[in-house]
C-alpha cells in the first residue's frame, strides 16, 4: 500500500536494439520534476538556433490537452544523474506552459549518448496513422467537430465510408 506522497517505482527490462545488437536495459516509471528534464540539441527538435521546437506542436497540445491522453516522457538518466529526453520534448514544453511541475516519466537507466539518439529515432520514425484511422478514432470519440461532419454528409445522402455504426450523442 502507497500512502500519499509516496510513489511506486516499477521496474522492469526493456530490450533496445543498437546497431543490431540486442541491449537489455532496465526501465522505472518515475513521477520527475519537469524543470530537470534537459533537450539534446543535436538529436532533438530544439535549442540550438537551426532546429527548434515547432511552436505549433506545442500550442495544439496544449489546446487539445487531455491528462488521460498524455504518455510517458521517455528520458534516460545519464551516468552523472542527470536525466535527459528522449521522446517527449513537446509535452514537457505544453506541461510547464499548462501549470504542471511534475509527470510521470519512463526513465532509462544509463544509455550512452547513441542509444539514446537511436531510441529517439525509433520512436519517431513510425508510420503515422492513416487520415481515415485518425478520423474514426475521432468520431468514435465523440469530438463534436468531427461528429458533425458525419451527421451532415450523412443527411446530405453521402457516405464518407466511416468505420462507425452509431454516431455518439
Excluded at 72 to 83: A, K, L, M, S, Y
Excluded at 116 to 122: D, G, I, R, S, W
Excluded at 156 to 166: E, L, R
Amino acid at each position: 500500500n502507497l500512502r500519499v506522497g509516496e510513489s511506486q517505482n516499477l521496474e522492469r527490462n526493456v530490450i533496445v536494439m543498437v546497431n543490431t545488437v540486442m541491449v537489455e536495459k532496465s526501465t522505472e516509471e518515475r513521477t520527475l520534476e519537469l524543470d530537470i528534464l534537459n533537450i539534446d540539441p543535436n538529436y532533438q527538435r530544439h535549442g540550438d538556433g537551426t532546429r527548434k521546437l515547432v511552436d505549433a506542436h506545442v500550442e495544439r497540445i496544449k489546446r487539445e490537452f487531455d491528462p488521460k491522453a498524455v504518455l510517458f516522457i521517455i528520458v534516460n538518466e545519464r551516468q552523472d544523474g542527470t536525466f535527459w529526453v528522449i521522446d517527449g520534448a513537446h509535452r514537457v514544453f505544453a506541461l510547464i506552459d499548462l501549470g504542471y511541475t511534475h509527470w510521470e516519466c519512463l526513465v532509462y537507466r544509463h544509455l550512452t549518448y547513441q542509444e539514446e539518439a537511436t531510441v529517439f529515432h525509433k520512436l519517431n520514425n513510425k508510420k503515422s496513422l492513416t487520415a481515415r484511422l485518425q478520423f474514426e478514432s475521432r468520431v468514435i470519440g465523440g469530438e463534436p467537430k468531427a461528429v458533425d461532419i458525419v451527421r451532415i454528409c450523412r443527411q446530405h445522402g453521402f457516405d464518407i465510408k466511416a468505420n462507425v455504426k452509431q454516431l455518439p450523442s
